[in-house]
C-alpha cells in the first residue's frame, strides 16, 4: 500500500510534464528548425483581422507572414501560429531559377513578366511588396546557390524540382505548365554558343512595347558597356534592355560565342549558322532594318539605289571572304561568284553555280532550211565592286542568267545560224566563236558583266531521228578520209624513195669496210701530198725570201749604179750639150759663110759621101752602066745625078721636082 502511495505523486508529475509537452507541441508555442530549412510563418488569428486583399499580411493580419524563419528554437504565443517547414531553394551548378510571385501589383497591358528593381532580393518578400512588387512570372532570375525564400509569396521552378507552398491545385497546372514551356525553350540552362559550332543565337524578346509600325527588327539598344544603366549586357538584364528602349520582337543584335543567362520566358534564343563567305566569292547585303540611306549609285544608274552599309536597302560594300554574325532576319546576303563561272546552253549539263539549270541548247533555222540545236557555253566574270549593281538590277545571279542573258545569247546565235548554211556553221565554228566573244562582250558590259570567252559546240538535230546533219557529217568524212588518202599516197611514196634510199645505204654499209680502207689510203695519200706540198711550198718560200733578198740588193746595187751613170749621162750630156752647142755656133757661121743651110747641107753630104766612096773603094763612075727604058741610068748613076741635081737645084734656087718621079719609077 506504501509503495502505491509513494508512486501516485511521481507518476502524477510525469503525467503533467507528459501533459504540459503535449499542450506547448499542440499549441505551437516553441518551435524547432533545422538549419537547411526554412519555416513560412502562418498567422491564424490576429487583434488586426484578416487580410483585406492579397495573399501576405504585411501588417500583422491573420495570413502568411512575409518573413520566414531560419533554424534554431523560436517561442510563440500559443495557438496563433502555424509554421510550413520548406527546404532552402537550391539551385544547382550551371542551372537558372524562374521565380513566380503570388502576390504583388498587377501587370500592365504590355507586360508579359513582372518588373523587378536592379537591388531586388526575393529572400526579402517584404521589401519586395512594400516597393510595388509585381505578381506573376518575374524577369529576374536565380543563379546557382540556396536561397532561404518565402514559398508562400514566391514559387521557384527549377527542371528538377519546383519549390513552393502548395495552395491550390489549379496553381499545381498552371506552375507545371509554366515549367514545360521553359524546358521546351531550353530556360533551365544557360546560352552556351562554341567556337567549334559556327553558330549565332538570334534573340526574340517577349517583353516590353511594341515594334513600330512598318518595322520587323527590333533596333540595336543597350549595347554601351560604358552607359551601366542601359548596358544589358547580351539581353542577360531584362530591366536595363527595357530602360535602354528595347522593344519585343526579333532584335537585331545577336549572341556570338559565350556562354549567357538569359530568362527564356523573356527572350527565346534560335541558332542560326553565320554567313560564310568563301574565297572566290563576296556577299551583296540587303538589309531589312536601319535608316533611310541615300543612294550612292550615281546619276547615271537608274536602275535602284545603293546606301551605306548599316542602312536600309542594298549595302554599297559587299562581304569579303570570312565568316559573319550576321542577322539573317535582318536582312539577306546574296552571294556572287567573283572566280570565273560557266553558264552552260546544253540540255543535261549544269554549271558548278546551277545558275544554268534551266538553260536549254539554242535553236537555229540555218539559210538552207535545216533547224539544228547549239550547245553554247559562255564564261563570265563579275567584278566585286560592281557585285552590289548587279544585285540590286537583277535581284540575284539566277534571275540575271533566266531573264537576261538566256533570251540575249539565243536572239544572237538564231542570228548567226540565219546567215550561214549548216556546213558553213559547222566548217565555221572557230570563226563563229571568236566573232561572238568580242560582239557579245559590249552585250555583257551592259549589265556589268565581263565575258571572258564563248565556247560553241557542234550542231545537234533538233528531234530524235533526224539524220541529216549525220549525212552532211558523213559527206564531210568521206572527203576528209579522200584527203587523207591522197597524204596518205604521198607519204607512201615518201616511204618509198626513203625505202630506196635505205637499201643503197645498207649496200653502201656492206662495202663500207673497203670504202673505208680506200679512204683512209686516200686520206693517207691526201696527207703525205700536204705534206709534200707544205714541204714543196716552205722551200718556194725559202727561195722566193733569198730571190727576194738577192733583187733586193741587185735592185739597191742597180740603184746606186744607175744613179752613177745618170749622174755620168747628166755630165756627159752637159759636156756634149756644150760642144754640141759650140759645133752648132760654128756650123752656123759655117752655113753663114757657106751661103746657106741647104749650102751647108749639101756640102756635107758631099763630104760624107765622097769619104764612103773612098772607104768603100767603089769607082764614082760605074764600069758598066745599066740603062732602064727610055735611056735612064742604073743605079748608080742616078745616085750621082740625084746628087748633083740637088747641089744644082740649091745653088741655082729651082725646085726639086724629078726626084719623087724617079724614084718611084725605080720601085716600078
Known amino acids: 500500500m506504501s509503495n502505491i502511495l509513494a508512486f501516485g505523486p511521481v507518476a502524477g508529475s510525469a503525467l503533467a510534464v507528459v501533459l504540459i509537452a503535449a499542450l506547448i507541441a499542440v499549441s505551437g508555442m516553441i518551435r524547432y528548425i533545422g538549419n537547411n530549412r526554412v519555416a513560412v510563418v502562418e498567422k491564424l488569428w490576429s487583434g488586426k483581422g484578416s487580410i483585406a486583399g492579397g495573399l501576405i499580411a504585411l501588417k500583422g493580419e491573420a495570413g502568411f507572414q512575409p518573413d520566414v524563419l531560419r533554424g534554431g528554437l523560436h517561442f510563440f504565443f500559443p495557438f496563433q501560429y502555424r509554421l510550413h517547414i520548406q527546404s532552402l531553394v537550391t539551385i544547382p551548378q550551371g542551372r537558372i531559377g524562374y521565380v513566380f510571385a503570388r502576390d504583388g501589383a498587377p501587370l500592365e497591358a504590355d507586360q508579359a513578366l513582372a518588373a523587378n528593381p536592379d537591388d531586388v532580393d526575393f529572400q526579402d518578400a517584404r521589401a519586395f511588396l512594400e516597393r510595388g512588387g509585381q505578381k506573376g512570372p518575374q524577369r529576374k532570375i536565380l543563379r546557382e546557390g540556396a536561397y532561404a525564400i518565402n514559398l508562400a509569396q514566391f514559387v521557384v521552378v527549377t527542371r528538377d524540382q519546383t519549390f513552393a507552398l502548395s495552395l491550390d491545385r489549379a496553381e499545381e497546372?498552371?506552375?507545371?505548365?509554366?515549367?514545360?514551356?521553359?524546358?521546351?525553350?531550353?530556360?533551365?540552362?544557360?546560352?552556351?554558343?562554341?567556337?567549334?559550332?559556327?553558330?549565332?543565337?538570334?534573340?526574340t524578346v517577349h517583353d516590353g512595347p511594341g515594334l513600330p509600325a512598318g518595322e520587323i527588327i527590333a533596333p540595336l539598344v543597350g549595347s554601351d558597356s560604358a552607359d551601366a544603366a542601359t548596358f544589358h549586357n547580351s539581353f542577360q538584364d531584362a530591366e536595363a534592355f527595357l530602360r535602354a528602349g528595347g522593344r519585343k520582337g526579333r532584335q537585331l543584335e545577336v549572341l556570338v560565342e559565350g556562354t549567357y543567362y538569359i530568362n527564356r520566358l523573356f527572350a527565346t534564343v534560335e541558332r542560326i549558322g553565320k554567313t560564310v563567305v568563301e574565297v572566290g566569292q563576296v556577299g551583296v547585303v540587303v538589309s531589312y532594318t536601319g535608316a533611310t540611306g541615300v543612294d550612292t549609285s550615281g546619276e547615271g544608274y537608274r536602275h535602284g539605289e545603293l546606301v551605306a552599309n548599316g542602312q536600309r536597302g542594298v549595302w554599297r560594300d559587299p562581304l569579303l571572304p570570312g565568316k559573319y554574325a550576321f542577322n539573317t532576319y535582318a536582312g539577306r546576303v546574296t552571294m556572287v561568284p567573283t572566280t570565273n563561272f560557266i553558264l552552260k546552253w546544253e540540255t543535261m549539263a549544269v554549271g558548278s553555280h546551277r545558275f544554268d539549270e534551266n538553260l536549254a541548247e539554242v535553236s537555229l533555222i540555218t539559210r538552207d532550211a535545216f533547224e539544228p540545236t547549239l550547245p553554247v557555253s559562255v564564261v563570265v566574270h563579275i567584278d566585286y565592286r560592281k557585285a552590289p549593281l548587279v544585285i540590286q538590277r537583277f535581284g540575284d545571279i539566277k534571275k540575271l542568267v533566266e531573264q537576261t542573258l538566256d533570251p540575249m545569247v539565243s536572239a544572237y546565235f538564231k542570228n548567226i545560224g540565219q546567215t550561214r548554211t549548216l556546213i558553213e556553221l559547222l566548217q565555221d565554228r572557230s570563226a563563229i566563236q571568236s566573232q561572238s566573244s568580242e560582239e557579245m562582250k559590249v552585250k555583257f558590259g551592259a549589265y556589268n558583266l565581263e565575258l571572258q570567252e564563248v565556247l560553241i559546240g557542234t550542231p545537234r538535230p533538233a528531234q530524235?531521228?533526224?539524220?541529216?546533219?549525220?549525212?552532211?557529217?558523213?559527206?564531210?568524212?568521206?572527203?576528209?578520209?579522200?584527203?587523207?588518202?591522197?597524204?596518205?599516197?604521198?607519204?607512201?611514196?615518201l616511204a618509198a624513195q626513203k625505202e630506196r634510199e635505205l637499201r643503197e645505204a645498207e649496200a653502201f654499209a656492206k662495202q663500207q669496210t673497203a670504202i673505208t680502207e680506200s679512204q683512209l689510203s686516200i686520206q693517207v695519200q691526201q696527207n703525205q701530198g700536204k705534206a709534200s706540198l707544205a714541204r714543196s711550198e716552205q722551200e718556194a718560200q725559202q727561195r722566193r725570201t733569198l730571190a727576194k733578198a738577192d733583187a733586193d740588193a741587185t735592185r739597191l746595187m742597180g740603184e746606186g749604179e744607175a744613179g752613177k751613170v745618170v749622174a755620168l749621162a747628166r755630165a756627159e750630156a752637159e759636156k756634149v750639150t756644150k760642144v754640141g752647142l759650140a759645133q752648132a755656133e760654128a756650123i752656123a757661121s759655117q752655113v753663114e759663110a757657106s751661103g746657106g743651110a741647104?749650102?751647108?747641107?749639101?756640102?756635107?753630104?758631099?763630104?760624107?759621101?765622097?769619104?764612103a766612096l773612098e772607104t768603100s773603094g767603089v769607082d764614082v763612075v760605074p764600069k758598066v752602066q745599066i740603062t732602064g727604058q727610055g735611056g735612064e741610068a742604073g743605079a748608080n748613076g742616078g745616085v750621082m745625078q740625084a746628087l748633083l741635081t740637088l747641089l744644082m737645084s740649091e745653088k741655082l734656087g729651082l725646085p726639086v721636082e724629078t726626084a719623087p718621079a724617079q724614084y718611084e719609077a725605080e720601085q716600078a
Open 173 to 203: 497546372g498552371l506552375l507545371a505548365q509554366m515549367a514545360e514551356v521553359i524546358e521546351a525553350r531550353g530556360g533551365f540552362e544557360p546560352v552556351v554558343i562554341k567556337d567549334a559550332d559556327d553558330q549565332i543565337g538570334v534573340i
Open 598 to 611: 741647104r749650102y751647108q747641107l749639101a756640102r756635107q753630104v758631099a763630104e760624107r759621101f765622097a769619104q
Open 464 to 493: 530524235g531521228g533526224d539524220d541529216q546533219i549525220e549525212k552532211i557529217l558523213t559527206q564531210l568524212r568521206q572527203r576528209q578520209i579522200a584527203d587523207e588518202q591522197v597524204g596518205t599516197y604521198e607519204r607512201q611514196k
